[in-house]
């Protein structure tokens, strides 16, 4: 069974960043597409960011793209999130998200296993 954990969210203001970290805790990271998600409140999960198994295809949403990077440690089983020049509509619980295929998917039903979120907020 494979757990996610996200850590490093938090209040910043506009301009600011955050660097956000995935733990995966099963043997499949290695070969397994990673995903970034945001939801914020009324509004559906979206896709934010995308890497592949090996971390050398990335995706990115339009609205992130130039601001925010996806990496991964396949050493440390860790995925992170470096989002920079942080905006209020950047607000939302952000989700890391596993899939059991090696390029990284758009939409959230293609992922297998979810983390439990954590908050970013920033303030104008």
């Known amino acids: 069974q494979v757990q996610l954990a996200e850590s490093g969210g938090g209040l910043v203001q506009a301009g600011g960043s955050l660097r956000l970290s995935c733990a995966h805790s099963?043997?499949?990271?290695?070969?397994?597409?990673m995903g970034w998600f945001r939801q914020a409140p009324g509004k559906e999960r979206e896709f934010v960011a995308g890497?592949?198994?090996?971390?050398?295809?990335?995706s990115y949403a339009y609205f992130v793209k130039g601001r925010f990077t996806i990496s991964r440690d396949n050493a440390k089983n860790m995925v992170y999130l470096q989002m920079n020049s942080l905006k209020p509509e950047d607000t939302a619980v952000y989700y890391c998200?596993?899939?059991?295929?090696?390029?990284?998917?758009?939409?959230?039903?293609?992922?297998?296993?979810w983390g439990q979120g954590t908050q970013v907020t920033v303030s104008s």
């Open positions: 099963g043997r499949t990271f290695s070969i397994s597409a």
């Open positions: 998200a596993a899939a059991r295929i090696r390029q990284p998917p758009q939409s959230p039903g293609e992922y297998n296993y």
């Open positions: 890497i592949d198994w090996n971390g050398r295809s990335t």
